[in-house]
């Protein structure tokens, strides 16, 4: 039941909650009221939202780099070990020619 309870939630949250309020908050950007108080602030809080967004641009950048060669390395050197590992067990399970007795 508590399964269905959440479920229901969730539900209700993405299809009704999310529209409404993002409707209302759409509203209330373009009244005249909110674009006279967030004019200011856009101003001041413009410069460094920019900044901060170049600084995660450049540091972001090199360590996708980073992140994509490592991951590449490890499926490489999973696909290796895979590889080494069925010519083992090839090699076991052939005969030995000494053990022709």
């Known amino acids: 039941?508590?399964?269905?309870?959440?479920?229901?939630?969730?539900?209700?949250?993405?299809?009704?909650?999310?529209?409404?309020?993002?409707?209302?908050?759409d509203d209330l950007a373009r009244s005249r009221v909110w674009s006279r108080i967030g004019g200011g602030f856009s101003n001041t809080f413009g410069r460094a939202r920019r900044r901060?967004?170049?600084?995660?641009?450049?540091?972001?950048?090199p360590i996708f780099r980073i992140?994509?060669?490592?991951?590449?390395l490890l499926v490489l050197l999973r696909i290796a070990f895979r590889l080494r590992s069925l010519r083992l067990r090839r090699a076991l399970r052939r005969p030995h020619p000494w053990n022709k007795l």
Request: with cysteine; charged share 0%.
């Open 52 to 61: 901060a967004a170049t600084a995660a641009a450049s540091l972001l950048g």
């Open 1 to 25: 039941m508590l399964v269905v309870g959440g479920q229901t939630l969730c539900l209700l949250l993405t299809l009704l909650a999310v529209p409404v309020f993002y409707s209302l908050f």
């Open 67 to 72: 992140l994509l060669i490592a991951t590449a």
